[in-house]
Every structure is written in C-alpha cells, then in structure tokens.
C-alpha cells in the first residue's frame, strides 16, 4: 500500500524581536544558510509536494527566489494557527498529511523527520507531536499523557501545574496532521488568550477532543527540536552545526587538525586529503581539491583551490580566485577575482586583484594589482602576468598591463606598461647620493 502524499509547511514569519535586529530572525545566517533554509534543506528529502513557507510581508521578497519553495504570506502576526491558516490556499484540496515544522529548528536532520512521518503512519493518526526532553523544559508546553502513554494534553507553561512544570516531556511544535483533520480544528480556532493570538497547540486540543486519534513520537536526540529566539542561541546552534560539518568531511577523508577553531560553510566543497589548520573558516561555495593545504589563520571565500595547492598562513581568498594545481598563495597575501597557474606562487605580503598569472611564475613579497576600474564603468580592468615570469619585491602593476612569458620586473619597479616575452623591466629612479647632506650645509 502506497503512502498518502506529504506537503510541508515552514512557519517562517515570526517578527523574533528577541535577536534585537533589523533583520528578521529566519533570515539570519549560520555557516552560509539562512536559518530558515536548515529547517528547508532538512525537509526537502522527504520528497514534499509542495513545500509551503509562510513568510511575513517583510521576509516575502528574500524566499521568493528559493528554488521549489511556495511563499504563502502571513499579512499581520496572529499567531502560530494563524500562520498554518495562511498556508491552506496553497495547499487547497491536498488529501495527504502535512508536516508543520518551525523555521527556527536549524538543528533538525531528514532522519528525525522521517522517524516523525513514519510513525504518525504507523499509528494512523490523525495528528502526531513530536516530543523531546531538553536540558532546560523552561518555556516550552508540557506533554501531559494518560496511563497508557497516549496524549492527554499540551500544557503551555505559563498555565501549568506545579506538577506539571516538573515534567520533563516538552512539546517541539513540530507536529504531522492530516490534511482532512487540520483545516477543521484551524477553523476553530480562538484567541481566547493574553497575547490575542492562534494556536496551532490548540488545534491538536480540538482534534483529541473530538475523539481524533493522536500520537506522540519521543525525539532520540534532545538537541535537534531546539529553537533559536536570540542570538545566544544562534551562536550554540552554529557550534552544533559546524561540528556536525567538521565530522562529515573528517569521516570523508579531510584533514581537519582542530574541528573546535575551524569553521566551513554547509555548501563548501573539501576532497579527501585536503588538510585545513586551525583557526581558517571556508565560506560560500568554497572548491578544494585533494592534497590542497589550508590555514593556519586563513580565510577563504567563493574561490577554488586545486589540488595541492598551498594557501596561507594568515591569507584571504576572495570570491572569483581560482588557485590551480599545486600553486601558492603564501602569508599576509590576499588574492580578488583572480586566476593564478598551476606552480605558480604568490609567497608574501601582497595583493593580487582581477589578474591572470601564468604557470610556474613567482611573485616577489611586497606585489600589488593595481586593477583600476573601466572607464565607462564596466568592472575593473586585469593585470595580465605570464608564465615563467620573476617579478622583484615592491612591484605595482598598473591595469591594464600584459607580462610576457618569461619576463622579469626588477625589485621596486611601478609597471604601466606591457612587458614583452623575455624582457627585464625596470621602472623606478636612479639612485642619487649626495655626500655631506647629513650634518653639513642642506641646499638645493
């Protein structure tokens, strides 16, 4: 027998006047995701048709363009029944079950999420809670059960019982219904509380009283129904995530000398073998290649490394940079937009912006790409180095400039003009001594 079909609701609308920010909590960042794209990423193995996301009016815009999603609109913030409400016109005459998940629950995996969906199947119920224990209860409503270890209630806390208060069991408000119970316990719905606002919680109160069949399905892990309302507890659900990050790519192959100083974004691409020193955070859609080294103390953004290449210590890679086999970027060097060869080594102190430099050159300490922008505005114009080429300490190239093969630019030279293949470029003063000038008489 086939299983109903499955839909999704993200709750995402929620102002979170806790983060104290003008920028609205789901759409606050952890390891390059948005928070509320973890609770999206962890629900799209699932296979939902659709997958809904109720937005506020101001969050509508930044989920619109999030591939497969549908941007259902809470206009005003009534609640948690009301944002479920909100989600039902794109979901109209869907017969299957609906998994309602929180938009702040970066922590949650597909695993839960399907022990949830399969046993809300198992016992054919019309709604299922998903439960856990965490260390601190605090706010969260209680799960009251009956003898026989089924739903009894869900006690919010600020209406519980001292004994109540001492149980252990809290609900996540991670729920699955089914579709043709839902929407007739979201009907009666009533702000009959201090805050004026809807409770999903009570629709699973309309559903057992009116003899519904509920199930509760105890989280394994106490951590991952965590929610995150400010930004203490964004800072712990980071920690969580890059050490679930850091142990995927360790088991995978990657080196990785010290998981608790190193931070990599959740889209970052590591090969087995790459090794990443402390203190280095990877961002973006970040490429490294295999034998690739990384860090100490480097940072390296939307560029690609390739196989054993050297980048660091203390470096900054800069979205556009494609370091290819087996070069370098060395200490206090920081590499834009740029393209540099296989071998070729850029060791210290310099910065390299919207160039191109060929295999097997080096580049003495002290460089800098002048990359002036265009000058009818159309980006920045490149310096363009070729291979084999010696560059001496305390070269300036001035785009736009073309190094041939082979060339060398003598130490504290300023380039503003194309090099030819072979060629040694001096561009600098002659010295000028002048004798007595210390201590003596100082004329013209």
């Known amino acids: 027998m086939s299983s109903p079909p499955l839909a999704v609701i993200v709750m995402a609308a929620g102002l979170g006047t806790r983060m104290r920010s003008a920028v609205p909590k789901h759409l606050h960042t952890l390891l390059g995701r948005r928070l509320v794209d973890w609770v999206v990423e962890a629900a799209r193995p699932l296979l939902p048709q659709p997958l809904v996301v109720v937005a506020s009016p101001q969050t509508k815009a930044a989920l619109a363009d999030t591939d497969g999603l549908v941007v259902a609109v809470q206009e005003r913030p009534l609640g948690t029944g009301d944002a479920a409400r909100a989600a039902q016109p794109a979901l109209r005459d869907f017969p299957g079950d609906i998994l309602v998940l929180p938009g702040d629950t970066p922590l949650l995996t597909p695993e839960l999420l399907d022990g949830l969906l399969s046993e809300h199947r198992r016992a054919g119920a019309d709604v299922t809670v998903l439960s856990f224990q965490p260390e601190d209860p605090g706010a969260y409503g209680r799960i009251v059960r009956d003898e026989d270890g089924s739903l009894a209630a869900i006690v919010e806390a600020a209406d519980a019982s001292p004994g109540e208060l001492a149980l252990r069991e809290v609900n996540s408000s991670i729920y699955v219904f089914s579709a043709p119970s839902l929407w007739p316990a979201l009907k009666r719905l009533e702000a009959k509380n201090a805050q004026g606002e809807l409770y999903l919680t009570d629709a699973v109160g309309h559903i057992l009283a009116a003899g519904g069949r509920t199930a509760v399905?105890?989280?394994?892990?106490?951590?991952?129904?965590?929610?995150?309302?400010?930004?203490?507890?964004?800072?712990?659900?980071?920690?969580?995530?890059?050490?679930?990050?850091?142990?995927?790519?360790?088991?995978?192959?990657?080196?990785?000398?010290?998981?608790?100083?190193?931070?990599?974004?959740?889209?970052?691409?590591?090969?087995?073998?790459?090794?990443?020193?402390?203190?280095?955070?990877?961002?973006?859609?970040?490429?490294?290649?295999?034998?690739?080294?990384?860090?100490?103390?480097?940072?390296?953004?939307?560029a690609e490394v390739g196989p054993g290449a050297v980048v660091g210590p203390f470096c900054y890679l800069r979205p556009g940079t494609v370091l290819s086999t087996g070069a370098k970027a060395g200490a206090f060097v920081e590499v834009k937009n740029s393209r540099i060869g296989d071998r070729a080594k850029v060791p210290h102190l310099s910065y390299i912006g919207d160039a191109d430099i060929g295999e097997d050159t080096n580049i003495g300490a002290g460089a800098i790409t002048a990359n002036l922008p265009h000058e009818r505005g159309r980006g920045k114009q490149r310096t363009r180095i070729g291979r084999n080429v010696r560059t001496g300490v305390d070269n300036s190239f001035i785009a736009p400039v073309t190094i041939g093969d082979?060339?060398?630019v003598a130490a504290g030279s300023v380039i503003t003009d194309d090099v030819p293949p072979g060629a040694l470029a001096i561009a600098r003063a002659r010295q000028v001594n002048k004798e007595g000038y210390v201590g003596g008489q100082r004329g013209d």
């Open 406 to 408: 082979n060339a060398w």
């Open 217 to 302: 399905y105890a989280s394994p892990d106490p951590v991952q129904p965590l929610g995150v309302n400010t930004r203490v507890e964004l800072a712990a659900a980071a920690a969580v995530l890059r050490r679930r990050l850091n142990e995927a790519h360790m088991v995978a192959g990657v080196g990785i000398v010290d998981p608790e100083t190193t931070w990599i974004d959740a889209d970052v691409e590591l090969a087995p073998d790459a090794i990443v020193h402390p203190f280095t955070v990877i961002r973006g859609k970040a490429r490294i290649g295999p034998g690739a080294e990384i860090g100490p103390h480097a940072v390296v953004v939307d």
